[in-house]
């Protein structure tokens, strides 16, 4: 089973919090540094330019959505025969069909966010994140919102949601579980203040990590893969209305995101190779490739994990070759 730990906005730069938990990371790279195409590139395997989902550029951007329809990760997953379940994604809406559960992330609607629709009585939309909880509020009055009363209030949701989610795995473990938290990036939104200090957001991303930390010790998955879709810059000042710009594509350093992983027999340290740099449309076959399944159509991406035969494999190989009389 693989676990999988969407986390909005991690920049590559804050990559040293994840190698101290052991993780190996690789840098993503998130060429328009919005959430809309990187998490639609992310889930599909296909470029941004490709799958047309521009999100907030466009007017009516669930209506593109719904005109894109790009095949996603579950649907390869379906077609396997493979269950999935994945809670608050981002800019997966309009749910589509997905063999278990899909609950959408922002900006879903109130009706239909989930796949299949009687779930949604498990899941209150307004509470699932706190993005969605503020919907009724005007852009100033989430401004006016004190910093320490944000960020207490995202710890306090993050854990709800993910404690939700921990219910749903212990329903039965699915062959692909997916996680997400966008509280980064709300936070480096709204609370950009106190996120530009260092003490506040090491404070943040100890309790997201421990949070990620809990749920591979109660889940125990075979992989576990962390995903981010862009990073943010928080060294850019704040405009006059106070929200802050964080990440875009004028933003050099929001465009790395990451994509880390591990295993807890420690197997991820010695026996994968990986390329240093990746792209979005990378991470589906990474998955696919891991859970052994085949795409039902074209993905533009590759898979990033792949083994490297051990010493005594790969003196066979040189042995076979020498025999062939390709190697003296
Ligand atoms: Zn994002």
Same mark, same amino acid.
């Given at each position: 089973?693989?676990?999988?730990?969407?986390?909005?906005?991690?920049?590559?730069q804050?990559r040293?919090?994840?190698?101290?938990?052991?993780?190996?990371?690789?840098?993503?790279?998130?060429?328009?540094?919005?959430?809309?195409?990187?998490?639609t590139?992310?889930?599909?395997g296909?470029?941004?330019e490709t799958?047309?989902v521009?999100?907030?550029?466009?007017?009516d951007?669930? %209506?593109?959505?719904?005109?894109c329809?790009?095949?996603?990760?579950?649907?390869?997953?379906?077609?396997?025969?493979?269950?999935?379940?994945?809670?608050?994604?981002p800019?997966?809406y309009?749910p589509?069909?997905?063999r278990?559960l899909?609950?959408?992330?922002?900006p879903?609607?109130?009706?239909?966010?989930t796949?299949?629709?009687h779930r949604?009585?498990d899941w209150?939309?307004?509470e699932l994140?706190?993005?969605?909880r503020?919907?009724?509020?005007?852009?100033?009055?989430?401004l006016?919102?004190?910093e320490k009363?944000?960020?207490?209030?995202?710890r306090?949701?993050r854990?709800a949601? %993910?404690?939700?989610?921990l219910?749903?795995?212990g329903r039965?473990?699915?062959?692909f579980?997916?996680?997400?938290l966008?509280?980064?990036d709300?936070l480096?939104?709204y609370?950009?203040? %106190?996120?530009?200090?260092?003490?506040v957001?090491?404070?943040?991303?100890?309790d997201?990590?421990?949070?990620?930390d809990r749920?591979?010790?109660?889940?125990?998955p075979?992989?576990?893969?962390?995903?981010?879709?862009?990073?943010v810059?928080?060294?850019k000042?704040?405009?006059?209305?106070?929200w802050?710009v %964080?990440?875009?594509?004028?933003?050099?350093?929001?465009?790395?995101?990451?994509?880390?992983w591990?295993?807890?027999?420690?197997a991820?340290?010695d026996?994968?190779?990986?390329?240093?740099?990746?792209?979005?449309?990378d991470?589906?076959?990474t998955?696919?490739s891991?859970?052994?399944?085949?795409?039902?159509?074209?993905v533009?991406?590759?898979?990033?994990?792949?083994?490297?035969?051990?010493?005594?494999?790969?003196?066979?190989?040189?042995?076979?070759?020498?025999?062939?009389?390709y190697v003296?």
């Amino acid at each position: 089973m693989i676990l999988m730990i969407g986390l909005d906005a991690y920049p590559y730069q804050w990559r040293s919090l994840l190698e101290e938990r052991d993780y190996r990371v690789a840098e993503l790279h998130s060429p328009h540094a919005m959430s809309a195409p990187a998490w639609t590139s992310i889930m599909t395997g296909l470029n941004a330019e490709t799958h047309g989902v521009r999100g907030m550029y466009a007017k009516d951007w669930t %209506a593109e959505a719904a005109a894109c329809r790009p095949r996603y990760l579950w649907d390869h997953l379906t077609a396997a025969d493979l269950e999935s379940v994945v809670v608050n994604l981002p800019f997966s809406y309009p749910p589509a069909l997905v063999r278990r559960l899909l609950v959408c992330g922002y900006p879903a609607l109130p009706e239909h966010f989930t796949f299949p629709r009687h779930r949604q009585t498990d899941w209150e939309f307004g509470e699932l994140d706190l993005y969605n909880r503020r919907r009724g509020l005007t852009h100033q009055e989430v401004l006016d919102l004190d910093e320490k009363a944000i960020l207490e209030a995202h710890r306090e949701a993050r854990w709800a949601l %993910a404690h939700r989610f921990l219910l749903e795995i212990g329903r039965g473990k699915p062959d692909f579980a997916m996680f997400c938290l966008t509280d980064l990036d709300r936070l480096s939104h709204y609370a950009s203040g %106190a996120m530009r200090a260092e003490e506040v957001r090491n404070a943040v991303l100890t309790d997201i990590l421990e949070l990620v930390d809990r749920l591979e010790v109660q889940i125990a998955p075979e992989w576990l893969l962390l995903v981010s879709d862009h990073g943010v810059d928080l060294r850019k000042p704040t405009r006059e209305d106070g929200w802050h710009v %964080a990440h875009g594509p004028d933003l050099k350093e929001s465009k790395r995101g990451v994509f880390a992983w591990r295993r807890a027999d420690g197997a991820h340290l010695d026996r994968q190779n990986v390329a240093q740099k990746l792209r979005l449309e990378d991470i589906t076959p990474t998955v696919l490739s891991l859970l052994d399944a085949a795409p039902i159509s074209r993905v533009e991406g590759r898979p990033a994990l792949f083994p490297v035969a051990p010493l005594d494999e790969q003196a066979q190989i040189q042995e076979a070759l020498r025999g062939m009389g390709y190697v003296e």
